[in-house]
């Protein structure tokens, strides 16, 4: 299994640019959310889902929109970036629907500049 | 909403000092878990803690879940330059997601 995986790595962007940040799960999981890290703020929650075809904001969803098609994927999308949004952004995802009740499987990380 | 504040941010130890961190909520918490993450990593789980007054033990690593499940901590014996990372804990919020501390960055001098 590969677990979560997260494309691409890193990324630069210019203020006002779109983008999609790419994650996969191969574990069948029910719950995948998105998380940013940002210094000495921890991991905030930006959006989740609980199963395919629903989705849900969590504390700091404005400027991302998400979409859940399949089980598998759970893409995060930068509407019009804003050096805001520079920052870490993990993708994670857990058995049973609450997210809370099990472990999380993060994966790698987009590391994200915008200018 | 609901917060978890985790003290203290970061922590020098000399190599073989003991190191703990606390969690703290202003409400109950359904559980608890722990993460650890390393330099340039990703955060990995450690454990999680579900009853009033619950204590684990992994190793040199000793997780405590309060009375009240308002707070928890967790604590290493003889640090290792391998447990070098941050340490965040995780308490499950009201609407099913996991509210994160900010965490506390432990760094271990030889």
């Known amino acids: 299994n590969a677990g979560v995986t997260q494309t691409p790595k890193f990324q630069v962007l210019k203020t006002g640019q779109s983008m999609t940040l790419q994650c996969a799960q191969d574990?069948?999981?029910?719950?995948m959310s998105w998380y940013r890290q940002d210094p000495g703020m921890g991991l905030r929650l930006i959006h989740y889902s609980v199963g395919a075809g629903i989705t849900d904001q969590g504390e700091v969803p404005n400027g991302y929109n998400v979409s859940r098609s399949t089980t598998e994927d759970f893409p995060l999308r930068l509407l019009s970036a804003a050096p805001s949004q520079t920052s870490v952004y993990f993708c994670?995802?857990?058995?049973?629907?609450?997210?809370?009740?099990?472990?999380?499987?993060f994966g790698p990380g987009t590391r994200l500049t915008v200018l | 909403g609901q917060q978890v504040m985790q003290i203290p941010q970061y922590q020098h130890v000399q190599e073989g000092e003991d190191f703990t961190t606390y969690c703290n909520s202003s409400?109950?918490?359904?559980?608890i878990q722990w993460y650890k993450q390393r330099p340039g990593g990703h955060p990995v789980f450690l454990i999680q803690?579900?009853?009033?007054?619950e204590v684990k033990k992994q190793k040199r690593l000793t997780f405590q879940f309060g009375e009240a499940k308002k707070n928890s901590s967790l604590h290493i014996t003889a640090t290792q330059t391998t447990d070098v990372g941050t340490y965040f804990c995780a308490g499950g919020g009201s609407q099913g997601n996991l509210i994160f501390g900010k965490g506390t960055k432990l760094s271990v001098k030889p």
């Open positions: 803690l579900v009853k009033s007054g």
């Open positions: 574990m069948n999981h029910e719950y």
């Open positions: 994670a995802s857990s058995y049973s629907r609450r997210g809370a009740d099990n472990e999380q499987f």
């Open positions: 409400t109950t918490l359904s559980n």
